[in-house]
């Protein structure tokens, strides 16, 4: 028996219903790893499962039910006939519903299980899954050429860091919307900062002098209808979070990512082409501040849970 500690829920609708339990846990089936996790990091979706039960059900997650996706760890103990992977092996990746925990049993071929570079730190690889797959399946979606301008709204994000960086080793010359507080850290990356809000349209007309030719919108609607009025072709706007965003404007998620475009961040972060911002760590028994944190949209790059 191992002895275990994760973050549950039994009830829909506030993330006040989160508590760390301590179990134990029998031993690891036919086919399949335990994996003792180090970095756990935190996405909206995260917290969004807890309040809809719809929401939860479209993931495949019934209560009582586990917290969090992304994750980085070490491989402790291996079934009977694995093959693939052996003690000792590091591990990042993202488990729906099982993240916040010391440690979870996944089968060896679980489709986001895979293994961190000695390069990589846990920080890093812990709080990727989500952000990168996102990041990434919006990079594709938008397709810009060298040259082109290109809005980003909620830029300094964890989504947004990452797809800035990615926009800038594409040609694209990036302008990004956030916070005041956030502008230092979006010029950081390679955007040009402006900030969010009603007059976030004027604002870009000012930075840039040329036509915007795409634009992503990581939070809301606001920045999308603001490309409308740019004149940016619907075709060429991309939404992560509207279920109803305006009519031509594409809606990608995290699901919509090409195969291996993890691991093609990974090689980047790996060559230092491009870095994850960690904005705060937390401990796994202060997690309620971390997801407090997390939920306040002001967040620069990504929030980590260590758990050992």
């Known amino acids: 028996m191992t002895s275990n500690t994760s973050v549950m829920f039994d009830r829909f ?13 029998g031993p690891v089936p036919d086919g399949h790893v335990r994996v003792d996790i180090t970095v756990a990091g935190l996405n909206p979706v995260d917290w969004q499962i807890v309040e809809s039960r719809d929401l939860a059900e479209a993931f ?16 402790t103990e291996t079934g009977s006939s694995v093959t693939k992977w052996r003690v000792g092996d590091r591990v990042y990746g993202g488990a729906r519903g ?15 299980l895979h293994s961190t570079p ?6 890093s690889a812990g709080v990727l899954d989500i952000a990168g797959r996102t990041a990434s399946a919006v990079a594709d979606a938008l397709a810009v050429r060298s040259g082109e301008t290109v809005l980003v709204g909620a830029a300094g994000g964890g989504v947004g860091s990452v797809l800035v960086q990615l926009l800038v080793r594409a040609g694209a010359r990036v302008i990004g919307s956030g916070s005041l507080e956030s502008a230092d850290f979006i010029r950081s990356l390679g955007a040009v900062p402006v900030e969010y809000g ?9 930075a840039t002098t040329g036509p915007v030719a795409a634009a992503a919108d990581l939070h809301g609607v606001a920045t999308a209808k603001a490309a409308l009025a740019l004149g940016v072709p619907p075709h060429r706007i991309v939404t992560i979070e509207s279920d109803t965003p305006p009519a031509g404007i594409l809606a990608v998620n995290g699901s919509d990512a090409q195969v291996g475009s993890l691991s093609k961040l990974i090689d980047l972060i790996s060559a230092g082409g491009l870095f994850v911002h960690i904005a705060a760590v937390y401990p796994l028994d202060r997690f309620q501040q971390a997801i407090a944190h997390q939920r306040s949209r002001h967040v620069k790059g990504k929030i980590a849970i260590e758990i050992r």
Do not use: K
Not at 13 to 25: K, P, T
Not at 198 to 206: A, G
């Open 118 to 123: 000695n390069a990589i730190s846990d920080r």
């Open 98 to 112: 099982a993240a916040l925990a010391t440690s979870m049993v996944l089968h060896e071929n679980h489709r986001s």
């Open 13 to 25: 609708g506030d993330v006040a219903n989160l508590e760390l339990r301590s179990f134990e846990s």
């Open 60 to 75: 495949g997650i019934t209560t009582p039910a586990g917290f969090g996706n992304d994750f980085a760890g070490v491989i």
């Open 198 to 206: 009603s007059n976030l349209e004027r604002d870009v007309r000012v």
